[in-house]
């Protein structure tokens, strides 16, 4: 039995392997809850993106918070890719884990002049600019320095990506990118400013997209504004379409990479754009569903209204339930010859949000282990230390090994930092 999702994560008989290794034996050796990865399933989802750009000039710029350990972007490291970083510190992430800087871009609307200032002499490839004043700051910063900033201005052209409002980024009621209408109005400001090099535009319109439609919209706009902004005498280089592809959760059909590259491309041809470079930030659909998130059984709790599986994951290791209402498919590492009962599935954590599953189908035990799957991407990343918990391990399964690439947190390491008052 394949699960759906991901052809690396599978029952053989009774027991649920990713990538040729037991969940349930990596659960015994390192404890739970334990995130678990595959190298292969992370290069097989990178496949379609490489084949759609194949022939031309392009950059693969993986997202660096859909999953930001350093073994995993090692990986996409390796893998030729450059990087989308929204912080000083996942510029030292990428750069740690063996990133050329001359293939990072740098998002964010909030860039401080230090984040600034160290991005410039690490020689990243592209500051994406989000407003009109962050292009002044980055202009004095530069020159006060003696570099020059290449320059994209994130553009939001405005279009319904069809997804959650919490992550959805390209309507005009977003915070993101520079309104569609100021955008001539600000490359010529750019173009103006001193230590700034005008090198391409950039979108993103929100993440867990399941159609091309939304793409293949902001992309006529975005070239609506390339050919305006060329005619006003300001020459563009390359096209940054941003990340955003949805991936299989449970019923969604999102197109593959290749697909939706294929349908830019033919649109960038048709408009007479074939030249340009292209770059794309993928980050949930590289990694969402190579890894699995796994937790052990503590109480069965069964109730009038409902029955509770209270397992040893919680809300800080697994935000998206809470956060976004996410639905993430829950299965049993071993499988039982028991008839299933509904739970909810919920953390250790004082919160009536910490859920992780709701009317689950579930034949289980206290002690038997469980996988949260697709939690590969903005999981791990996102985790918390809410009620002094360690944050969990993770595992890269690569070339047939398990290996522990980031240890369990213990909880003398969380209040490190912190001072008891004389
Ligand atoms: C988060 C983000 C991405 C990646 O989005 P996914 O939905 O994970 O593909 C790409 N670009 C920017 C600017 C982002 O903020």
């Not at 994130?154 to 990506?161: K, Q």
């Not at 939706?260 to 048709?270: N, S, Y």
Request: with cysteine; charged share 25%; proline share 5%.
């Amino acid at each position: 039995m394949t699960l759906p999702g991901s052809p690396f994560l599978a029952y053989r008989g009774k027991e649920l392997f990713l990538d040729d290794c037991s969940l349930d034996e990596l659960a015994s050796r390192h404890g739970t809850p334990l995130y678990v990865y595959s190298q292969a399933a992370m290069l097989d989802a990178l496949a379609p993106y490489q084949r759609g750009f194949a022939g031309r000039e392009h950059l693969i710029c993986y997202a660096t918070k859909a999953n930001s350990n350093l073994a995993v972007l090692q990986t996409f490291a390796r893998a030729g890719c450059g990087f989308d970083i929204v912080s000083g510190g996942e510029l030292e992430r990428v750069l740690a884990a063996g990133a050329a800087a001359d293939k990072v871009v740098f998002s964010g609307v909030g860039k401080t002049r230090a984040e600034m200032q160290r991005a410039l002499e690490a020689g990243v490839l592209c500051f994406n600019v989000e407003s009109e004043a962050e292009l002044e700051v980055l202009s004095q910063v530069a020159v006060a320095h003696g570099r020059t900033a290449r320059i994209s201005l994130r553009v939001n052209p405005d279009v319904d990506a069809n997804t959650h409002p919490y992550i959805s980024t390209g309507l005009k009621g977003n915070k993101f990118g520079i309104a569609h209408d100021r955008a001539l109005e600000t490359y010529r400001r750019a173009a103006a400013l001193p230590g700034l090099e005008v090198a391409g535009i950039d979108c993103h319109i929100g993440s867990q997209i399941t159609a091309h439609g939304p793409y293949l919209d902001a992309l006529d706009r975005v070239l609506d504004l390339v050919e305006a902004i060329e005619a006003a005498g300001i020459p563009l280089h390359h096209l940054d379409l941003g990340g955003g592809l949805g991936i299989r959760y449970t019923d969604e059909q999102p197109p593959s990479a290749d697909t939706l590259i294929g349908h830019l491309l033919r649109r960038i041809d048709e408009r007479g754009h074939g030249h340009r470079p292209v770059m794309m930030e993928p980050g949930r659909s590289l990694v969402g569903n190579a890894g699995v998130l796994l937790t052990e059984a503590l109480y069965l709790k069964p109730g009038a209204a409902k029955n509770f599986c209270v397992v040893d994951a919680a809300m800080n290791d697994l935000m998206r339930p809470a956060m976004y209402q996410a639905y993430m498919r829950i299965e049993p590492c071993r499988l039982r010859d028991e008839p299933a009962s509904t739970y909810d599935v919920v953390g250790p954590v004082c919160e009536s949000g910490d859920w992780l599953g709701r009317d689950r189908e579930l034949a289980v035990r206290a002690g038997d282990r469980l996988a949260v799957l697709s939690a590969g991407a903005y999981s791990m990343s996102m985790a918390s230390n809410y009620n002094t918990r360690g944050r969990a391990a993770e595992i890269m399964v690569a070339g047939g090994q398990a290996h522990l690439v980031r240890e369990r947190e213990n909880p003398a390491e969380l209040f490190r930092g912190e001072r008891l008052i004389d």
